[in-house]
């Protein structure tokens, strides 16, 4: 025990006083809401900036080597920017992945790990990059699917926020396995017309005017295509377009889900969730279900070119940042899989990410990158300041460097994740290898070598030869955030 002269007590007391008063303000204002990240008010915004997003695209896109598939639009934009040969989600998943990108935050941080969580609720200190815009002088307009539908982050927009039809931080639970909610998603729409009757024309539209309101003003649009995501729907002239005979199968087609000899069972979920639902899958109806998405794939670049248009009637292409990208990859067959869910194979996470806009150079990046480092990147090229406080902090890297010289030095692997049968799976994927790790190794491993095999066949991580490899890829798996911090 300290005993201390009645004058000094008081001091103490008083420093004491302060020093509490000084913590709680600094807890204060760590927890406060973006509000308080805003730019003073005279600083002024340097760029708009366009995110386009589509649902369930992987890279079948012209641009990305695809020569069956009709792309134009999207394939103009990638001659015009930066075109990631390389991009990874976090989650094959629309809710996590989005919740990921949209808050710089891995999906072990967010914990939203499916379809029915609200990040927001899980934790209210969470950024999301509309919000920042919002919050930083911007104008934030949504049209069309941003983050997952029915669980909006609805006050981050100035425009366009959907009202949760829930409250809480989970949504009221319904059957995904349901007959009906089963033959919504499992067929094929041939739509009348343009498509005008299709909530992506209606996107489109939106966002036009949009463009068309705010073209004055600093704006951060954010358009989400729900196409190509089951079930898949077009005009019938961009079904005209594919000739279903001559669309290849994959090499690993099974007529049902399963994990190749050699690989984990938990590898590939035994039951689709988005097309081919609870069915075999005959070769002549794949080729029909690959030349629908194709449509599909088509019908969402020809909206695309509706609003790029509108940019370039309007003179804002010179101040505006455009970003396309996919929200996760997609099996089209691969290993008998007709849906993303539950899968880390590189198909399955794997998607399109092109940036273009002033300053950015046009080109192709071979480099890993993850749809995380997109926030990170806006609020660096946009001069926003951090949306978090230390040590709270984005994920993912600033893409400058990139976007300056496509082939520059890039030391980062890029990181996804995914929880199925209540095991985490964990994916890391560098230029040349990719190592998947499910529930710490209990329920296997795998590793992929893409200098000999891309469409990712044959398994080496039991191969001794491998060790080594495995290691190092095992150890760098660490680097994934466990908790929120
Ligand atoms: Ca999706």
């Known amino acids: 025990m300290i005993f201390l002269r009645p004058d000094r007590q008081t001091v103490v007391a008083k420093l004491l006083v302060c020093a509490c008063l000084s913590a709680l303000v600094l807890v204060a204002v760590s927890l406060a809401p973006i509000s308080s990240r805003g730019t003073a008010a005279s600083s002024k915004p ?14 079948t896109l012209g641009c990305y080597g695809n020569n069956i598939v009709k792309t134009p639009n999207v394939d103009k934009l990638a001659s015009q920017g930066v075109r990631f040969d390389r991009a990874y989600a976090q989650y094959p998943l629309c809710n996590p992945s989005r919740s990921s990108l949209l808050t710089g935050k891995y999906p072990t941080q967010t914990g939203v790990l499916d379809n029915e969580f609200y ?12 919000q920042h815009f919002k919050a930083n002088g911007y104008a934030t307009l949504r049209s069309g699917k941003i983050f997952h539908g029915g669980i909006d982050d609805t006050e981050a927009w100035t425009e366009g926020g959907e009202v949760r039809n829930f409250t809480g931080a989970q949504r009221p639970p319904s059957n995904p396995d349901s007959a009906d909610r089963t033959a919504q998603s499992d067929r094929i729409v041939v739509l009348e017309g343009n498509g005008e009757s299709n909530g992506d024309y209606r996107m489109a539209t939106q966002a036009i005017e949009y463009l068309e309101k705010y073209q004055g003003k600093p704006f951060f649009l954010a358009i989400g295509a729900v196409k190509p995501h089951s079930p898949p729907a077009a005009p019938k002239k961009f079904f005209d377009l594919y000739d279903a005979d ?25 039951r689709n969730t988005d097309l081919f639902i609870g069915r075999d899958a005959s070769p002549a109806e794949a080729r029909e279900m690959i030349r629908a998405y194709y449509a599909s ?3 969402m670049d020809e909206q695309v070119g509706r609003v790029l248009d509108a940019v370039d009637r309007l003179h804002l292409r ?22 993303k869910a539950y899968s880390l194979f590189d198909v399955a ?3 399109p990410f092109i940036v273009a806009g002033p300053g950015i150079k046009k080109g192709v990046s071979p480099r890993t990158v993850q749809l995380l480092d997109l926030f990170p990147t806006l609020v660096e090229l946009c001069g926003l300041p951090q949306p978090y406080e230390l040590p709270a902090r984005l994920e993912g890297h600033n893409l400058i460097s990139l976007l300056r010289n496509p082939q520059a030095k890039w030391n980062y692997p890029a990181f996804s994740v995914v929880r199925y049968q209540g095991k985490l799976g964990k994916s890391v994927r560098t230029e040349r290898w990719h190592y998947v790790r499910w529930d710490d190794g209990k329920a296997g491993e795998m590793l992929l070598d893409h200098a ?34």
Request: no cysteine; proline share 12%; aromatic share 8%.
């Open 46 to 59: 340097k760029y708009n900036v366009i995110v386009i997003a589509s649902d369930d695209l992987r890279p």
């Open 119 to 130: 990040f927001r609720a899980l934790h209210p200190d969470l950024v999301s990059l509309p």
């Open 246 to 270: 001559k669309i290849p199968l994959p090499p690993d087609f099974s007529s049902r889900p399963m994990a190749p000899p050699g690989f984990p069972e938990i590898s590939i979920a035994r």
């Open 297 to 299: 794939v088509s019908f």
């Open 318 to 339: 010179e101040k505006t940042i455009i970003v396309f990208l996919g929200d996760h990859g997609y099996h089209l067959g691969e290993k008998g899989k007709w849906s």
């Open 349 to 351: 996470t794997r998607v």
């Open 452 to 485: 000999n095999d891309p469409l990712e066949l044959k398994n080496l991580a039991p191969d001794p030869a491998y060790a080594r490899t495995v290691t190092e890829m095992r150890r760098s798996l660490t680097q994934i955030p466990v908790a929120s911090q």
